[in-house]
């Protein structure tokens, strides 16, 4: 059987234990003859340091920032940008045009958004495949295929 009595002795305990705890780090705390072992080490006031996660965005100029996204989409190799503009306002880099499927359209605005400089991506390419357009106007009735 379970006695009562034998959990209120056992939370007794408890409270004395916490109790003593409190009691005894007040009286450490409030002692005059503890030294402070931060002012102990050193007299001289500390220099503030500031430690932020993100670097500070670049400044660079609109047409800068268009080169560089330009080129950087010019030299991968598995994107075909021919069908690509980028214009770029207050940081802001617009991309237009046509790509052939939602791969290239991904990696075009990942390959942009890493450029530094660049704050916002708006993508208005447009996804062409030839054979889903083929599909499309064949189920329109608009283009016959003889086999």
């Given at each position: 059987?379970?006695?009562p009595r034998g959990r209120s002795r056992i939370g007794r305990a408890r409270?004395?234990?916490?109790?003593?705890?409190?009691?005894?780090?007040?009286?450490?705390?409030?002692?005059?003859?503890?030294?402070?072992?931060?002012?102990?080490?050193?007299?001289?006031?500390?220099?503030?340091?500031?430690?932020?996660?993100?670097?500070?965005?670049?400044?660079?100029?609109?047409l800068e920032l268009a080169q560089r996204i330009e080129t950087v989409l010019?030299?991968?190799?598995?994107?075909?940008?021919?069908?690509?503009t980028i214009t770029v306002k207050n940081g802001v880099a617009t991309l237009?045009?046509?790509?052939?499927?939602?791969?290239?359209?991904?990696?075009?605005?990942?390959?942009?958004?890493?450029?530094?400089?660049?704050?916002?991506?708006?993508?208005?390419?447009?996804?062409?495949?030839?054979?889903?357009?083929?599909?499309?106007?064949?189920?329109?009735?608009?283009?016959?295929?003889?086999?």
């Amino acid at each position: 059987m379970n006695n009562p009595r034998g959990r209120s002795r056992i939370g007794r305990a408890r409270c004395f234990v916490l109790l003593g705890l409190v009691v005894g780090g007040m009286a450490l705390a409030l002692s005059p003859d503890v030294p402070d072992p931060v002012r102990a080490q050193s007299a001289e006031p500390l220099e503030s340091i500031v430690v932020t996660g993100k670097r500070l965005p670049e400044r660079v100029p609109d047409l800068e920032l268009a080169q560089r996204i330009e080129t950087v989409l010019h030299d991968d190799p598995y994107l075909d940008d021919g069908h690509i503009t980028i214009t770029v306002k207050n940081g802001v880099a617009t991309l237009q045009g046509m790509v052939w499927d939602d791969w290239d359209l991904r990696r075009a605005i990942r390959l942009a958004r890493r450029i530094s400089g660049v704050k916002r991506i708006v993508d208005e390419l447009e996804i062409r495949n030839l054979n889903y357009d083929l599909c499309r106007q064949v189920a329109a009735g608009g283009v016959w295929i003889f086999v």
